[in-house]
């Protein structure tokens, strides 16, 4: 019963976080001889950098151990303290999307090359602006 009860929790704060980091990657299973949950997250470059991430890690890290003891997870960067099989589960962030304005933009004076009657169109797109490299689109996403 404990187990299915920390398997819970972990799964859905490991679902929230891949939703708040849409850059984070977990792996996490089982281990049937350290008797816990394993969990691996990366990658460590943006782990690094993200004092919020850590934050959140650290507290529920806090959490799990106060609430289960020695039966909480363990925790780790890209496998360093352990390594996990190849039976793994993986969970990838999701990219949110946004949705901005596109139209016309008005402007005081006569010269501006913009129309002020188009209309104005929304429009939903990726966190990241920038296409990859091989998209034809590149020089119009540079300049934006």
Same mark, same amino acid.
């Given at each position: 019963?404990?187990?299915?009860?920390?398997?819970?929790?972990?799964?859905?704060?490991?679902?929230?976080?891949?939703?708040?980091?849409?850059?984070?990657?977990?792996?996490?299973?089982? $281990?049937?001889?350290?008797?816990?949950?394993?969990?691996?997250?990366?990658?460590?470059?943006?782990?690094?950098?993200?004092?919020?991430?850590?934050?959140?890690?650290?507290?529920?890290?806090?959490?799990?151990?106060?609430?289960?003891?020695?039966?909480?997870?363990?925790?780790?960067?890209?496998?360093?303290?352990?390594?996990?099989?190849?039976?793994?589960?993986?969970?990838?962030?999701?990219?949110?999307?946004?949705?901005?304005?596109?139209?016309?933009?008005?402007?005081?004076?006569?010269?501006?090359?913009?129309?002020?009657?188009?209309?104005?169109?929304?429009?939903?797109?990726?966190?990241?602006?920038?296409?990859?490299?091989?998209?034809?689109?590149?020089?119009?996403? $540079?300049?934006?």
């Amino acid at each position: 019963m404990k187990k299915e009860n920390i398997e819970k929790k972990l799964r859905s704060w490991l679902s929230e976080m891949t939703k708040k980091y849409c850059w984070l990657r977990i792996k996490f299973e089982f $281990s049937e001889v350290e008797g816990v949950y394993m969990v691996s997250f990366s990658p460590a470059s943006k782990i690094e950098r993200s004092d919020d991430f850590n934050k959140d890690a650290m507290q529920f890290a806090d959490d799990m151990d106060n609430e289960f003891g020695p039966d909480a997870p363990l925790f780790t960067e890209e496998e360093e303290l352990f390594k996990l099989s190849e039976t793994a589960e993986t969970m990838v962030g999701h990219i949110s999307t946004t949705t901005i304005a596109v139209g016309p933009v008005k402007v005081h004076n006569d010269n501006s090359w913009t129309s002020p009657i188009a209309p104005q169109v929304y429009v939903e797109v990726k966190k990241n602006f920038r296409p990859s490299a091989s998209s034809k689109e590149i020089n119009y996403a $540079s300049a934006a």
